[in-house]
């Protein structure tokens, strides 16, 4: 099978699963589900395990010649011998989700030898799925939801279904941009050069933060702390296909499914205001 028209089945198979895993979630959402701490005191809880045990069902069985990386499973270093990689985050945002709050997704992606090749984002209480192939561009479509939610980026929009392909912002400059970034990763210390004039904002998921990048509602996403494969593997390859670039705070191109699966930070948007942060780390 030609390389395009396999992404473009992964895709298809990913799609599938995320929809499958976030109608899952939806059945423990704002109703008290079981939840505990695990390592670093991060939050996980019933529904993250029921999604994960779901999609690895769905995906592996359909592709047992994959690789396998998930936060919600134990490490299997098997998969470094693998060329295709499933990466998974069974419920990005946790603490949003337990909160009952919407904005958590389901985040599936496929790399092959380091690079995203087909990636969904999709995010059951806000009705949204984000996907992408590469050199497919990428594509967001909404359905009419029960829980709708908005903020200063994200104002309310009419109740349709919707769908299209989405485009990065054209912005070139991070200095007066809206640009997802907290306040910790303002510190001075943190920049050679002064930090962005920017207003700090936040979503609680990664995965979604890059799709809001992809998507144009915002020009870029910046974190200075170290960020593992599956929060941004997907919406990596979103920012991509939809026009703009990612890099580590070190400046190069992030490389998936390494042995610790972790990365010295995330930068994404355009790639002219990605190339100004860079400058000033």
């Not at 690895?56 to 998969?79: F, H, I, K, Q, V």
Request: net charge negative.
């Amino acid at each position: 099978m030609p390389a395009h028209e396999r992404d473009l089945a992964d895709l298809a198979l990913l799609t599938e699963a995320a929809i499958a895993a976030g109608s899952l979630t939806l059945r423990y959402f704002r109703r008290d589900p079981e939840h505990w701490s695990k390592y670093g005191g991060s939050p996980v809880s019933e529904a993250d395990h029921a999604s994960d045990a779901l999609l690895r069902e769905m995906l592996m069985g359909a592709r047992p010649g994959y690789g396998w990386l998930s936060e919600e499973s134990e490490d299997d270093l098997n998969r470094l011998n693998r060329s295709r990689v499933f990466i998974v985050d069974p419920i990005d945002g946790t603490r949003a989700f337990l909160r009952g709050e919407p904005a958590y997704g389901v985040s599936v992606a496929v790399v092959e030898d380091g690079l995203p090749v087909a990636g969904v984002v999709h995010m059951p209480a806000r009705g949204e799925t984000y996907a992408a192939a590469l050199g497919g561009g990428a594509t967001f479509e909404r359905q009419a939801v029960e829980h709708p939610v908005a903020n200063e980026f994200d104002p309310p929009e009419p109740l349709v279904i919707a769908k299209g392909s989405i485009q990065v912002s054209e912005r070139k400059q991070i200095d007066g941009s809206k640009t997802l970034i907290t306040r910790p990763n303002l510190n001075p210390d943190l920049w050679r050069r002064t930090p962005p004039q920017v207003a700090p904002s936040h979503r609680p998921s990664l995965a979604w933060r890059l799709c809001l990048v992809a998507k144009g509602r915002v020009d870029a996403l910046v974190t200075l702390r170290g960020t593992f494969d599956w929060d941004v593997a997907a919406g990596a390859l979103m920012v991509s296909e939809a026009g703009g670039v990612s890099r580590t705070r070190t400046g190069e191109a992030p490389v998936f499914n390494t042995p610790d699966a972790h990365l010295p930070g995330f930068i994404s948007g355009p790639k002219a205001l990605v190339d100004d942060v860079l400058s000033r780390l």
